[in-house]
C-alpha cells in the first residue's frame, strides 16, 4: 500500500489553511495600525488645538484686551473669539471644522 499521495494532499491543505490564517492575521494587524495612526493624528490635532486656545486665554487673562483673530498657516488652524462681558469663548477651527471649544475665560483685571 502506498500513502505518499495523501499524505502529500493533506500536507498541502494544512499549509494552503495556514497561509491563510496568516493572510488574516496580518489583514487584522494592517486595520489595527491604520486605526491607531488616525487615532494619533486626531489626538496631535487636538493637542495643537487646545495649546492655541491657552495661548489665547493667556493673552485675554493678562491684558483683558480681545484678542486678534488668529490663522495660523502651518497647519491650518484658525480662532474665533467672542467677548460676553468678562468672559471671552474662544473656537478653535482646522479647515473649517470645529476642533476645540473654550468657553468662559475671565478677565482677572
Request: hydrophobic share 40%; aromatic share 8%; proline share 2%.
Amino acid at each position: 500500500m502506498s500513502y505518499g499521495p495523501k499524505k502529500a494532499n493533506l500536507f498541502l491543505i494544512e499549509l494552503v489553511c495556514n497561509l491563510l490564517i496568516f493572510a488574516l492575521c496580518a489583514a487584522v494587524c494592517v486595520g489595527l495600525l491604520v486605526h491607531a495612526r488616525r487615532i494619533s493624528q486626531e489626538s496631535t490635532r487636538l493637542t495643537q488645538a487646545v495649546y492655541l486656545a491657552q495661548s489665547i486665554a493667556e493673552e485675554w487673562k493678562a491684558t483683558g484686551e480681545e484678542p486678534a483673530q488668529r490663522r495660523e498657516e502651518d497647519n491650518g488652524f484658525s480662532a474665533q473669539c467672542a467677548v460676553r462681558g468678562n468672559e471671552l469663548d474662544i473656537a478653535i477651527y482646522q479647515d473649517d471644522i470645529q476642533v476645540y471649544e473654550l468657553e468662559g475665560v475671565t478677565y482677572l483685571g
